[in-house]
């Protein structure tokens, strides 16, 4: 394809094709591509002793989190605003679409779910003037003062995206969305959609995440959710391997520029790559646990390959969801021999699968976000980044996971699964650029 | 963005199966008569007085969540949700245990919750005179949290439980963002249908007024009106505001084909639906509801019609939404759903979708035009009417 076609472009299913053009990411391994891909194919870890809040009397203390960001402190809204504006201002400064403070599309990003945190109730406790006894009625009295509006704003759940929106000037009504841990692909398939229906011919997706703070440790820490090798912070999550025990919190966020191919190519923007294909499912088996027999994430990965218009031979890297907790990794080690088959074995070495949660942790809401900005290295780079800390292989999950050590590799069609908490299952297939 | 009327008729989005729950009871007649003006609005002003709340009428859980070990890994935001999910299914048909079920798409808007108020209020108790307070902190919250109640507040959830206890697998999203999500799940849904992008979905929110921690949020920002009840209209000129209540609605949207070809009939069809997000300033709201109108309301007729306002009561917006209904179409009757069962944030657009869905139905309006104006930001406005020959 070396020319720009008067028609449109479509992909195999008749469709606009929607090519990323931007794409932006922070983690705890540092802000932006360049510092993330150097850290990732290195095998490093971001995982760290957690510093930003007291771990006395936690049985975890080890996270990913973003620490040197300027500013950052453990609230939620606030973090996951600052991570949102450095991931999607890489994005659209790549993309060169626009102009600042005007991007022409819509916005679809993920958000950690709000709600007021425990020092704005200890300040407004303290405000109220009582010392004993203290319930939400004197905290409501103190609230009624007006002394602490802003932090009506600050908690409600649409506030992170009214202020992404104005400050990079997206279109219409921006969209605050929610999968749980597969929020980030989500944001992106929702942005395909909305191309691919001609709605909008670009879309700013995100998927940000600041919100490790006590009280959401200790959440999943009493779902028994989390590592608890505290004394080997890097070591800790280790997915695919026998003694795997949990995942690591991380933060982060990451964000893509979609646009429609054919927009894209008019205005001389470089294409990236092609999201080309999405799959979802849901699960009606448990809030936290999967199917056992990895039926929903089997068809969700069956549904993002067929999306885009391939078969599951076409598949040449798996960006796991690999969160290195025990029933995860099985889960997602038994769907993707479901699908693929035979080539999964390691002994063959013919689909290598591999979790950037390794090192990253799990970036929660942003997850599905900025492993696929991590896809999409994996293919411009041609180089597939790590499953670290694999010392003691699973023998129950076979599967080649790029131990420990980067590799290069042609690699021109990624998927990139991301399941999550309340049957949430979403798949991406990422492409290089057709003409590429 | 807007949404007009699908291109093909087999596209057309048709409403077949409603669910509601408010403080005015459960299901189609306990709303109509509101409508009607036949029922006056139930407001609890002691419980958490001096703030009044719209308290969601008792209901038999079981019902619609048959098991004990579900309810109880739910909040009543999640219940309220679950329980009218489970009617609007019923509703369009789709039994239980059906591989239809399975099959359906959900777009939820929710918010999140709860707290556990008895062990907040204990580490407030205890934390000024504790010797570190972190320590503190986290010792109490490692033991005295239930661990399950992380999954009655997380946002999804909501979703996650329509599917467990109602078998709709299929897939599911979940907006956040106050009034402004309960617009967007349903605009992006009827896009998807219209575009072909998906042939049947579940969509609706709940809102659980009685909370504390709810009121706590819109306290902080000045936004709860604390006198006698009075209509939304009338409260901008005594300082706004709004009467938290709790609810539910969720809805069946399905391409007429795809309804056709099962033997559905359409209560209504969604004929188009709008959204926006416009700086507010003076005139703002003014300019975004005309603007929305011109998108996805001027199909409507007028006579025989009426408008669903999900007017909030908060000054400054409320009169604006109204100045534009009065020029837009002056003489056609204008319904604050504030006024029938107050402000159920994520749930009340497709609370006023499902009110106008059975009005509708009922043949008692030809057209409804449902509006919303959230309390800080976001305007949406959808065209529900009657279906060709009754369905």
Known sequence: MTSVPSSSTRDALGRPLVAVTGAGVVTSLGQGKADNWSALTQGRSGVHRITRFSTDNLRTTIAATVDYVEGAVSSAPFLSEKLAVLAAGEAIAQSGIGTPGDFPGALFIAVPPVEMEWPQRIALARASGRTDDITYADLLRAAGSGAFSAWHDLFLFGTVAEHIAERFGTRGSPISLSTACSSGATAIQLGVEAIRRGETQAALAIGTDGSVHAEALIRFSLLSALSTHNDDPAGASRPFSKNRDGFVMGEGAGAFVLEDYDAARARGATILGIVAGCGERGDG???????????????????????????????????????????????????????????????????????????????????????????????????????????????????????????????????????????????????????? | MANGPASGNDRDVWITGIGLVSSLGEGRSAHLAALDGDSTAQVDTDTFAPYPVHPAVPLDWSKQIPKKADQRQMENWQKLGVYAAGLALEDAGLAR???????????????????????????????????????FLNERLMSDLRPTLFLAQLSNLLAGNIAIVQGVTGASRTFMGEEQAGVDAVRIAHARIAAGQGDIFLVGGSYNAERPDALLIYELGGYLWKEHFASVWDRPGEGGGFILGSGAAFLVFEARAHAEARGAKALAVLRGVSSDHTRRHPGS???????????????????????????????????????????????????????????????????????????????????????SVGHKRGEGLALVEAAPNGG
């Not at chain 1, 080690?333 to 689909?351: D, H, K, P, T, Y």
């Not at chain 2, 005309?290 to 917006?317: M, P, Y």
């Open chain 1, 285 to 436: 088996f448990h809030r936290t646990r999967t199917s056992p027999d990895g039926g929903p994430a089997i068809a969700a990965i069956r549904e993002a390959v067929s999306d885009a218009g391939l078969t599951p031979d076409d598949i040449d890297y798996i960006n796991a969801h690999g969160t290195s907790t025990p029933e995860n990794d099985k889960m997602e080690s038994l769907a993707c021999l479901a699908v693929f088959g035979e080539r999964m074995n390691a002994a063959s070495g013919s689909l290598p699968i591999s979790s950037n949660k390794s090192m990253i942790g799990h970036t929660l809401t942003a997850a599905g976000a900025v492993e696929a900005v991590f896809s999409l290295l994996t293919i411009l780079n041609g180089r597939l980044p790590p499953t670290i800390n694999y010392e003691l292989p699973d023998p129950a999950i076979g599967l080649d996971v790029v131990p420990n050590t980067a590799r290069d590799a042609t690699v021109s069609r990624v998927l990139s699964n991301s399941f999550g908490f309340g049957g949430q299952n979403t798949c991406l297939v990422i492409t290089a650029e057709p003409g590429a």
């Open chain 2, 285 to 371: 709201v003014g300019v975004s509801v005309e603007k929305l109108w011109e998108q996805s309301g001027k199909a409507f007729r007028g006579i025989g019609g009426a408008v669903l306002s999900g007017a909030t009561g908060v000054a400054g917006v409320t009169e604006e939404e109204r100045g534009s209904l009065t020029k837009l179409v002056p003489g056609i009757p204008v319904h604050a759903t504030g006024d029938m069962f107050g402000h159920t944030l994520e749930a009340q657009f497709p609370l006023g979708l499902a009110l106008a869905t059975a009005a509708v139905e009922a043949g008692r309006l030809h057209q409804a035009v449902v509006t």
């Open chain 2, 97 to 135: 245990d059906s591989e239809l079920r399975r099959t359906v798409q959900m777009i939820v808007a929710a918010g999140g919750g709860e707290r556990d108020y008895a062990v907040d209020g204990q580490i407030l108790s205890g934390i000024g005179k504790a010797e570190n307070a972190e320590a």
